[in-house]
């Protein structure tokens, strides 16, 4: 997992980034493993995320599209990218709620939904 890094970076947490869903580890880049928007997903855009105590996390609820095709996958890690898309800002890896074993993100099924505060990922000494 990536930690955040902020060196200067607080700025664009805030004002939202491009939050994307990935089957596996994102690696160094966050490019890894990506779920390609078809098919009912895309990314989420003005996602916001705040800094607390030691950890960057979602501010709000967020739900994925339905999918409609394609097949079904398993969700295991995310990235925040920059509002710009460009940038990787941090990854993370996802963790499913009791009883689930796994996030499935099935066609046709509910999509998955993450809390406030559910993603989050640690902050980095940008040293």
């Known amino acids: 997992m990536k930690s955040?890094?902020?060196?200067?970076?607080?700025?664009?947490?805030?004002?939202?980034?491009?939050?994307?869903?990935?089957?596996?580890?994102?690696?160094v880049n966050g490019t890894s493993?990506?779920?390609t928007p078809s098919n009912g997903y895309a990314h989420l855009t003005a996602v916001a995320f705040s800094v607390n105590s030691g950890y960057i996390?979602?501010?709000?609820?967020l739900v994925l599209g339905v999918r409609t095709g394609g097949g079904n996958l398993v969700l295991t890690h995310f990235s925040l990218m920059k509002a710009d898309g460009t940038t990787l800002v941090m990854t993370g890896a996802l963790t499913p709620t009791a009883p689930e074993?796994?996030?499935?993100y099935n066609v046709g099924a509910l999509p998955p939904?993450?809390?406030?505060?559910?993603?989050?990922?640690?902050?980095?000494?940008?040293?």
Not at 12 to 22: E, K
Not at 101 to 104: D, G, L, S, V, Y
């Open 57 to 61: 996390d979602n501010d709000a609820p």
């Open 101 to 104: 074993t796994e996030i499935a």
């Open 4 to 27: 955040a890094m902020l060196s200067g970076g607080e700025a664009y947490i805030a004002d939202g980034g491009v939050l994307r869903m990935h089957t596996g580890d994102p690696g």
């Open 113 to 127: 939904a993450f809390a406030a505060h559910s993603l989050r990922t640690t902050i980095a000494d940008p040293a």
């Open 33 to 35: 493993n990506l779920v």
